[in-house]
């Protein structure tokens, strides 16, 4: 643990960060022509230039107007990537495992099974020259060992000092020292395999979380017995109260009118009443059912078809009637539209509203992933983009997605 002759570390770390440098350069360079080749530039592989740095940047800037392998290189190649490896070879794999994955996440890739089958050949070239580089740094690494072993050697055999002497000259000094920065050394070690255990805690809570909350929406879609939404039914009076209602009135009325006028009066106001309230029947005692209440249902279902509706995700291909709300909430991801004329269609869209968004976008893309089509996604996005809406048609209850809404993340 720790190095007790500081040039030959030195001169490994010297060493390592070098090979790290060239392998690097050369995988870029790799992905470079691979991405000219793979969209028809071929008469741009000559100007690719990769005898340093610089110059692979300069080639770059005068021919990557639309390939994009910069912004590719921008948002790969970055400090966080290497967390948590030591080796210059691990290193150098999870970069070429990074620039695959972005490869074949690209949206002209993902259904071409043949430029899919050249990004696997591409990273089997990159992983060798990681290999590569790994093996020639270990050998690199125990040649200065052996040569560190030999200088040790030629200064001969150690001659004993009496502890007077070592008393004397204080040697025990630089040995208490190299025992402090070694016990240094382990804590910070122990504190970071802490800290990286804590993290992959938190990533399997997150994990058992999320599969916790959809084993609740099963079970609470599996024990409510699907019904009509509670908006489906018109507003107002039911047929009974309205019954209730026309019978009270016309006592009212009756009872009003007896002091006042005599019996034939009384007989000649029944037709009047009749004519002043037409929508009413002319005699307490068998109410029919009142006409006017006959076109409220109609125009009531023809407001809930063409109404919006709001709901948080959709569950197995589809949203459920039941979750649906009109009233917008704070986890109203998604907005519902019921296409008119009761054809059993409507369409959706992620909510154009900010704060939703923002929420939705706290527990990364798990809100996303059934509701919407998607390609790239940048790092840390701000809001959601609709760029066409997805297609629904109802069977039972349930709203089924027939093409998913397409959106892109700003």
């Not at 569950?315 to 009233?327: A, L, Y």
Request: hydrophobic share 35%; net charge negative.
């Amino acid at each position: 643990m720790g190095c007790l002759l500081m040039p030959v570390c030195d001169l490994l770390a010297q060493n390592d960060s070098l090979a790290f440098h060239h392998a690097r350069l050369r995988i870029w360079c790799e992905t470079t022509r691979f991405v000219y080749e793979d969209n028809g530039a071929d008469s741009l592989l000559p100007s690719v230039n990769c005898q340093s740095w610089e110059a692979l940047n300069n080639s770059m800037a005068a021919t990557d107007a639309s390939l994009g392998v910069q912004r590719l290189m921008n948002s790969v190649d970055k400090p966080a990537v290497y967390q948590g490896f030591t080796s210059t070879e691990a290193k150098l794999q999870k970069l070429v495992t990074e620039i695959s994955t972005r490869l074949k996440q690209s949206s002209v890739r993902r259904t071409n099974a043949v430029r899919l089958n050249r990004v696997d050949s591409l990273q089997q070239q990159l992983m060798l020259i990681a290999r590569q580089v790994g093996a020639q740094s270990e050998e690199l690494a125990a040649t200065d060992n052996g040569a560190a072993d030999d200088a040790s050697a030629a200064q001969g055999p150690v001659v004993p000092v009496s502890d007077s002497a070592t008393s004397a000259t204080g040697t025990d000094l630089p040995w208490n020292e190299i025992l402090q920065w070694l016990a240094i050394l382990a804590l910070g070690g122990y504190l970071f395999w802490r800290l990286y255990d804590l993290e992959g805690r938190y990533a399997r809570l997150k994990r058992e979380f999320r599969t916790l909350e959809k084993q609740v929406n099963e079970f609470v879609i599996a024990t409510v017995s699907p019904g009509p939404m509670p908006d489906d039914k018109p507003p107002g009076l039911t047929e009974t109260d309205v019954r209730k209602l026309v019978i009270d009135e016309l006592m009212q009325l009756e009872e009003a009118t007896k002091p006042e006028l005599t019996k034939p009066d009384a007989a000649t106001a029944a037709p009047a009443q009749q004519q002043e309230l037409p929508k009413t029947p002319a005699a307490p005692a068998p109410v029919p059912p009142a006409p006017a209440s006959t076109p409220a249902p109609a125009s009531a279902n023809k407001d809930a078809d063409s109404a919006l509706f709001y709901d948080k995700m959709p569950f197995r291909g589809g949203f459920h009637q039941n979750e649906m709300s009109r009233e917008r909430q704070r986890d109203s991801i998604y907005t519902i539209s019921v296409v008119p004329g009761g054809t059993g269609e409507a369409e959706y869209w992620v909510t154009e509203d900010p704060e939703v968004q923002r929420y939705a976008m706290q527990n990364g893309l798990s809100f996303f992933e059934e509701g919407c089509d998607f390609t790239e996604v940048e790092e840390n996005p701000g809001r959601v983009v609709n760029e066409e809406k997805g297609r629904l048609r109802k069977d039972g209850s349930i709203w089924k997605i027939q093409q998913k809404a397409k959106v892109r993340f700003e």
